[in-house]
């Protein structure tokens, strides 16, 4: 008989589980929504780009303030709270665009629906750590990302279907009815968890306390920093897959389609196996190790010569990246003390908000030097950056 992995033993843990799943849908959902519905009303890919970038920004924006509001106030709390106003504010959406579409309205509910899931997602990482603890910290996160990547492909197949037969506006509306269920799932939960901070300060206090904590706690800063450059020059190898497939492997837009699939496998396959597992030693020598082999990846993909290639190599670095997500996810969390980890959380949703610089540098370095040159000069900078830390920082290694 196949064991459970450990994690689902925990029934708060399985409830956060679902809403994660149904947050997933509505979360891909919206950003397959925001890009068709701009290109159809502009016929600009610039203006795609800001739809989308829209909805992703506030993680920079919200960050470190909304990992002091998720140690103030009870996790579950602000799960529900949250979830209540993504499921307002895509109905929202789904009202204005029922007939006619405002571009700038649009964006701006965009924005702040952004601001709303980058503060869902901080409380979701910190309240799964604090249901499994730190010995499951690994395997629980990795269930989440797992959870929230198969209700991602559910929520693009069901915004594209709504959006061919009906429209944006049923769209949001069916994506809002996900979420609302999301949100009320979290009522389900029933414990803060046992690794939960027993003491809480006022919000101020604790942004205050955890500037200190920025200044003093080198392992943090460097694990930020990890976090950012596998975004900037990890994660930004997707804007260089269309250029690989259609100048330098002849493909079109189908061949794109396929790796891009086995792209999104591999990031699966990769949370299936992390999910597996009951416990890992030497976490932080484990990501420093991720981070090197995702640069070799992020290579090996610019060097490409066959479609065969350039799919196993994307799926290599798409399970690389996954790996990479989780194991920061635990690291900024075990660098803290325990009543600061939803700040820690907030450090990393900061950090992953340089992704849009990320694709900016890809795409200029691609037009510039050519996309195999320049997905080397990115997989050679993620491998010298990890290589850096692991020098340097002691404490990472032994965490």
Do not use: C
């Given at each position: 008989m196949v064991a459970l992995p450990p994690s689902l033993r925990f029934a708060d843990f399985r409830v956060l589980l679902a809403s994660t799943a149904l947050g997933g849908i509505g979360f891909?959902?919206?950003l397959v929504t925001v890009g068709w519905l701009v290109l159809e009303e502009s016929d600009s890919p610039v203006l795609v780009g800001i739809g989308v970038s829209a909805f992703l920004a506030p993680n920079a924006l919200v960050g470190i303030l909304g990992g002091a509001?998720?140690?103030?106030?009870?996790?579950?709390?602000?799960?529900?709270?949250?979830?209540?106003a993504l499921a307002l504010n895509t109905l929202l959406l789904g009202v204005l665009t029922l007939d006619d579409v405002n571009i700038p309205q649009v964006l701006l509910l965009s924005v702040l629906g952004g601001g709303f899931w980058s503060l869902t997602q901080t409380a979701r990482q910190s309240y799964a750590y604090d249901v499994v603890g730190a010995e499951r910290a690994v395997n629980g996160l990795a269930l989440i990302s797992l959870a929230q990547r198969i209700g991602g492909v559910g929520?693009?197949?069901l915004a594209g279907g709504a959006l061919a037969a009906w429209g944006p506006g049923e769209t949001y509306l069916l994506l809002a009815a996900a979420l609302l269920l999301s949100a009320l799932a979290m009522f389900a939960a029933r414990a803060r968890g046992a690794a939960a901070p027993v003491a809480t300060?006022?919000?101020?206090?604790?942004?205050?306390?955890?500037?200190?904590?920025?200044?003093?706690?080198?392992?943090?800063?460097?694990?930020?920093?990890?976090?950012?450059g596998v975004e900037v020059f990890g994660f930004s190898h997707l804007s260089a897959l269309p250029v690989l497939v259609r100048d330098e492997l002849g493909g079109d837009g189908g061949d794109l389609g396929l790796v891009s699939a086995f792209s999104s496998a591999g990031g699966i396959v990769a949370m299936v196996?992390?999910?597996?597992?009951?416990?890992?030693?030497?976490?932080?020598?484990?990501?420093?190790?991720?981070?090197?082999?995702?640069?070799?990846?992020?290579?090996?993909?610019?060097?490409?010569?066959?479609?065969?290639?350039?799919?196993?190599a994307a799926t290599a670095v798409s399970a690389l990246a996954s790996l990479s997500d989780v194991l920061s996810q635990v690291l900024?969390?075990?660098?803290?003390?325990?009543?600061?980890?939803?700040?820690?959380?907030?450090?990393?949703?900061?950090?992953?908000?340089?992704?849009?610089?990320?694709?900016?540098?890809m795409g200029a370095l691609t037009s510039w030097l050519g996309v195999g040159a320049a997905l080397t000069l990115n997989g050679a900078v993620l491998i010298a950056v990890a290589v850096a830390a692991g020098v340097l920082v002691g404490r990472l290694r032994r965490l």
């Open positions: 891909r959902g919206q509001v998720t140690d103030r106030f009870d996790r579950r709390f602000v799960l529900r709270l949250t979830g209540l929520g693009a197949l300060q006022p919000v101020l206090q604790n942004l205050r306390e955890y500037a200190g904590e920025l200044k003093s706690n080198t392992t943090l800063a460097w694990l930020a920093l990890l976090t950012a196996l992390f999910a597996s597992r009951s416990g890992l030693g030497r976490r932080g020598v484990l990501f420093l190790g991720v981070v090197i082999v995702y640069g070799l990846a992020v290579i090996l993909l610019g060097a490409s010569q066959t479609l065969l290639m350039a799919m196993l900024v969390q075990l660098a803290v003390p325990n009543e600061m980890r939803g700040r820690a959380m907030g450090t990393w949703a900061l950090a992953i908000g340089t992704a849009p610089a990320g694709h900016l540098q």
